[in-house]
């Protein structure tokens, strides 16, 4: 009776443990990101906003592709 309990406190132990550090690693990629193209000469002035857009469009496109492997289980 135990046993069932210890099995599945184990496994939601993992499951958030994985998902804190894959969020913040996908937070520090981000802004790596983010912070990599406001250094190119290409976003400046005008251009200032599209760096914001692209990281924004990036971390879009990888929830998307999460989400669309979890549907597919």
Not at 21 to 33: F, K, N, P, S, Y
Not at 41 to 62: N, R, T
């Amino acid at each position: 009776m135990i046993d069932p309990l210890r099995t599945i406190g184990r496994f939601l132990a993992y499951g958030i443990t994985g998902s804190i550090l894959i969020g913040t690693g996908l937070v520090l990629l981000a802004v790596g990101t983010l912070r990599g193209l406001q250094a190119t000469e290409v976003f400046e002035k005008w251009w200032s906003w599209a760096p914001y857009c692209i990281s924004a469009a990036a971390l879009i496109a990888v929830s998307f592709l999460a989400l669309h492997q979890i549907k597919e289980k």
